[in-house]
C-alpha cells in the first residue's frame, strides 16, 4: 500500500530520530521503511502551524494518508513558567489546525504527541493511562499541559462524532541527538550537557541548578521513534499510550550528572546549587500497557544513550540548537 507520512516538527528532537529509524533499519522489517511508504519531515519554515491557511497549505502541499503531529511550542522549567499564556495559545492553535485539517482531508491516521506534564500535579503514582484528567496540572507548566491534554479530549471528540483513527502517544522526558542545547530554555540533559562543554572548555566550574535528588525517566530519541514508527502501523486505540523505560529506571540528576561529567571527560570542579528550584521531585510512569501490547522491545541502556548523544553534540556543536545562532528580537 502506498502511504505518505507526514511528520510535523519534523526537524526537532523526536523527528530527527523518526528519519534517522527508518533511513537505517532494514527495509520491510517493523521499524525500518515499508514498501510504498513516504516519509516528510516539515519544519516549521514550511508553514507556521499556529496559522489555518498556512496548516492547509502545508497538507495541500503533500496530500498526507497519516500523520505524526511532533510540533509544539516546548521549553524548560523557567521559559513555561514565564510564559503561560503563550504556550498555551500558541500550542491550542497548532493542535487544533493539524487535528482540524487532518479531519478536513481524510488523513487515515493521526498521532500526537503528548507529555507526561499533562498529568495532574497532585496524582497517585505510578502514572499511568487512565489519569490525565483527574486534576490540575503543575503550576509551572499550567499553559502547555492544558494545551496538550486537551488534545487528548480532541482525539476522543473527533473519534466519536466523525469516526477519525486520532490517538496520542506520551513520552517520558525525551533527549538524544538533535535535542536543544540552549541554555535558556533547553531541558535537563541538554542544558546539563552544553554546561559541562562550557565549563570545560573554558576551565570553570561546572554548577548545576538544584539538588540533584529529584527522579526522572528519560527515554532515548532513537528508542521513542521506534514506538511512534510501531505505533502508526499496529496501535488503533483512541486512547493514549505512556511511551517509557519502566518504572524500575528512573535515574537522580546527580545520577544524570555523573554521567555527563564522565562522558564529557570532565575533571574540572563541579558543584549543585542548591538555591535553585528542583521541580517535581519524582512523577514515575508505567509502561505496562505499552509492554503489554508491543512484546518484546529493547530500550538503550541510559549511559550508552547518553554517550551516543554527547559524542552527537561534540560533533555537531557548530550548527546544532546551542542559542547561540539565536536571534535577538
Known sequence: MSALILVTGGTGLVGQAIKYVIETEP???RFGKKPGEKWI???SSEGDLRDAEQTKKLFEKYKPTHVIHLAALVGGLFKNMKYKATFLRDNTLINDNVLHTSHLTGVTKLISCLSTCVYPDKVEYPLDETKIHLGLPHESNFGYAHAKRMVDIANHAYKDQFGSNFTSAIPTNVFGPHDNFDLEDAHVIPALLHKCYLSKKNGTPFIVGGTGKPLRQF??????????????????????II??????????IKQVTDAIVKAMDFKGEYTFDTTKADGQFRKPASNKKLLS?????????FEKALDETVKWFLENYDTARTGKNRKTT
Do not use: C, H, M, N
Open 293 to 301: 501490547l508491543i512484546g518484546d522491545f529493547q530500550f538503550t541502556p
Open 219 to 240: 527515554i532515548y530519541s532513537r528508542d521513542l521513534a521506534k514506538l511512534f514508527i510501531w505505533q502508526l502501523r499496529e496501535y488503533d486505540d483512541v486512547e493514549p
Open 27 to 29: 527495509e520491510g522489517s
Open 41 to 43: 519531515f516539515a519544519s
Open 243 to 252: 511511551f517509557s523505560v519502566g518504572e524500575d529506571e528512573e535515574v537522580s
